[in-house]
């Protein structure tokens, strides 16, 4: 807390410092004020780079500033890889839970969703169930050209973005595309 702290009192110092960092190790750091300016950065990055599939790790930051929406109404297909995420994103509904997204459907919902989004059949069965999706995103993961994730903490000294995950997935969306955008707010300086 200390650190947080004193982190918030010379945040001014710290942005720099983070700043620089990154453009030394071949970055490029975009500011954003508002939600509007970060979709508008992001969707401008997407465009200059060609990029038709996004790839996404779970992310409170990109949902506050809603920016699948937003890639998708420029006609990006953005596709959340944490499987709650990506359950409740073929189900067109919001989550149940910050932490667990789709622990309000049963593995017959979740079957039924699969078959008919996926069109094939898929078991009630859960390991199974994970299977299908793990193959599905692989193929999504190895064909998108823009990953984007958020990022637990970023440390100014070293321009080193910190991602925690327990999927894996957050590792995917950061490094098997060519290019990787992470939406992070300055409090995680």
């Given at each position: 807390s200390d650190i947080r702290q004193h982190t918030i009192e010379n945040m001014?110092?710290?942005?720099?410092?983070?700043?620089?960092?990154?453009?030394?190790?071949?970055?490029?750091?975009?500011?954003?004020?508002?939600?509007e300016d970060a979709r508008r950065i992001v969707l401008q990055i997407a465009k200059e780079n060609n990029v038709k599939t996004v790839v996404k790790s779970k992310s409170m930051a990109t949902e506050e500033i809603e920016l699948n929406h937003a890639l998708e109404a420029a006609g990006i297909e953005a596709i959340e890889t944490d499987?709650?995420?990506?359950?409740?994103?073929?189900?067109?509904?919001g989550p149940s839970h910050i932490i667990v997204p789709a622990v309000h459907l049963k593995k017959e919902e979740i079957a039924a969703l699969f078959s008919e989004k996926l069109d094939i059949h898929a078991p009630t069965d859960p390991i199974e169930l994970a299977r299908i999706a793990r193959e599905v995103l692989r193929e999504k993961f190895l064909n998108a050209e823009m990953g984007i994730s958020g990022g637990n903490f970023l440390i100014a000294e070293t321009g080193t973005l910190v991602l925690v995950t327990n999927e894996g997935n957050g590792r995917m969306c950061t490094t098997m595309p060519d290019l990787h955008v992470a939406v992070a707010g300055i409090d995680k300086v």
């Amino acid at each position: 807390s200390d650190i947080r702290q004193h982190t918030i009192e010379n945040m001014d110092v710290y942005l720099t410092r983070l700043e620089t960092a990154v453009n030394s190790a071949g970055g490029h750091v975009h500011w954003a004020e508002t939600a509007e300016d970060a979709r508008r950065i992001v969707l401008q990055i997407a465009k200059e780079n060609n990029v038709k599939t996004v790839v996404k790790s779970k992310s409170m930051a990109t949902e506050e500033i809603e920016l699948n929406h937003a890639l998708e109404a420029a006609g990006i297909e953005a596709i959340e890889t944490d499987l709650g995420e990506y359950i409740i994103q073929l189900a067109g509904t919001g989550p149940s839970h910050i932490i667990v997204p789709a622990v309000h459907l049963k593995k017959e919902e979740i079957a039924a969703l699969f078959s008919e989004k996926l069109d094939i059949h898929a078991p009630t069965d859960p390991i199974e169930l994970a299977r299908i999706a793990r193959e599905v995103l692989r193929e999504k993961f190895l064909n998108a050209e823009m990953g984007i994730s958020g990022g637990n903490f970023l440390i100014a000294e070293t321009g080193t973005l910190v991602l925690v995950t327990n999927e894996g997935n957050g590792r995917m969306c950061t490094t098997m595309p060519d290019l990787h955008v992470a939406v992070a707010g300055i409090d995680k300086v």
